[in-house]
């Protein structure tokens, strides 16, 4: 992350800490006005810098690129790097997803930047009066695998397509940055999907004058939208296959950002609807995915449903139930799974108010009962059904360490 700072009298400082480190240029002025940049082999860091102190007048524009095959962004570490007030450094490239973009630097620079992209320009320009030590860079290559997602390419990421069913993880940079404007797309591409369920990450945190907005076109054309502030970050769902993200940030503090998945779902497994849940009679599904089971939110009174699910797949042993952390019935309301146990037994694991514990079923099909009151209402259940293979886990850790 990088760190901008005034300098004030700077220039004395930086003159008292040449001398004190015995600093070279590396190069003269007149040899760095002419140099053009450089394609570098290999993954090697390479050393990028201005003469100190650099010169008056300077309008230098330098291209650099990394040929190497692996490498996939480029980091800049900036060393002792001052400018002037009204000296600055440009670095410009093009993204990996085509994007131009630039970013302008002044005064002090700390810390580092990534260029997504393995080819970028160096614009420095300096005017008539004072001259400073000048920036000093360390240019290292980076492979797909180290490839860092911050604030720049953050920035410039316009969002993503996504084939399958397997649930997505989207995020800001951690943590993000000032003034910042991102608008993103994400689509889904299976004809099964009906809507994407968005669930955040209890760590997710804004500022409260910055702003973070989900949104999507509904059937009749109208746009339904959800924003989000500070710590509240509320479960959403999307009716459809894509949705549109919008992040704003002003020149304040910057926290960690969010962290959400989205999870495609298909006609069985999407959000009921207290008017068609009873005629839900479950569903077999095919592939070794994850579905997602729920009733309405919040659900309504006297509601009944009896529903069998049944995974086609002979390698399945097991079935994992995952509950999600919202899941709340009223104290007389019940849910229940029953199921065949390893024995041959018929067994069933009953659930009410806030007491949802995740657990194996052991083979590949269950059978699920909710019944609803006249009283109070909740948000419902929702849980995650995991197939899995192999033997089946008594505790989450167990199933983690297979």
């Known amino acids: 992350m990088l ?65 190497d095959s692996l490498a996939a962004q480029v980091k800049l570490d900036f060393n002792y790097t001052f400018f002037g007030s009204y ?21 002090e620079v700390d810390g580092n930047f990534y260029v997504d992209g393995t080819e970028f320009e160096l614009t420095f320009v300096s005017n008539d009066y004072g001259m400073y030590y000048g920036y000093d860079i360390l240019a290292t290559p980076l492979t797909q695998d180290n490839a860092v997602y911050d604030c ?51 760590e997710s945190e804004i500022e409260v004058f910055d702003s973070l907005a989900l949104s999507y076109e509904s059937a009749d054309g109208e746009t339904i939208r959800k924003e989000y502030y500070g710590s509240s970050f509320e479960n959403f769902l999307v009716v459809g296959k894509s949705f549109s993200l919008e992040f704003n940030s002003d020149y304040s503090v910057a926290y960690y950002g969010y962290t959400f998945t989205a999870t495609p779902l298909t006609e069985a497994s999407s959000v009921p609807t207290c008017e068609n849940f009873s ?24 509601l009944q449903g009896f529903q ?16 999600d952390s919202q899941s709340r019935i009223e104290s007389y309301d019940r849910l229940i799974l029953s199921y065949f146990d390893e024995s041959g037994d018929h067994t069933s694991k009953e659930f009410s108010n806030v007491y949802f514990t995740n657990f194996a079923i052991p083979g590949n099909s269950f059978n699920l009962t909710f019944t609803a009151d ?19 886990p008594l505790t989450e850790c167990e199933r983690f360490e297979q």
């Open 3 to 67: 760190i901008r700072r005034g300098h004030g009298s700077i220039f004395f400082a930086i003159l008292l800490l040449t001398a004190m480190l015995d600093v070279a240029s590396a190069v003269t002025c007149d040899e760095y006005a002419a140099y053009p940049g450089d394609v570098f082999d290999g993954m090697q860091s390479r050393r990028l810098e201005t003469p100190h102190p650099y010169c008056n007048n300077f309008n230098v524009t330098q291209t650099f690129s990394f040929s």
């Open 87 to 107: 000296d600055h450094l440009m670095i410009s490239f093009v993204t990996r997803s085509g994007i131009n973009m630039t970013e302008t630097f002044s005064e």
């Open 152 to 202: 720049g390419a953050f920035s410039v990421d316009p969002g993503a397509t996504f084939d399958g069913l397997e649930p997505r993880t989207i995020a800001s940079s951690h943590p993000y940055c000032d003034d910042m404007l991102v608008i993103q797309t994400y689509n889904f591409t299976d004809d099964e999907i009906v809507e994407i369920s968005i669930s955040f990450d209890d």
């Open 279 to 302: 005629s839900i009679h479950g569903a077999t599904f095919d592939s070794l995915g994850v579905q997602t089971i729920q009733s309405p939110h919040p659900y309504c009174d006297n």
């Open 308 to 323: 069998q699910y049944y995974f086609s797949n002979e390698t399945i042993s097991y079935l994992w139930i995952d509950f």
């Open 374 to 392: 006249y009283s109070v209402n909740y948000y419902g259940y929702k849980f995650t059904v995991t197939p899995g293979i192999g033997e089946v």
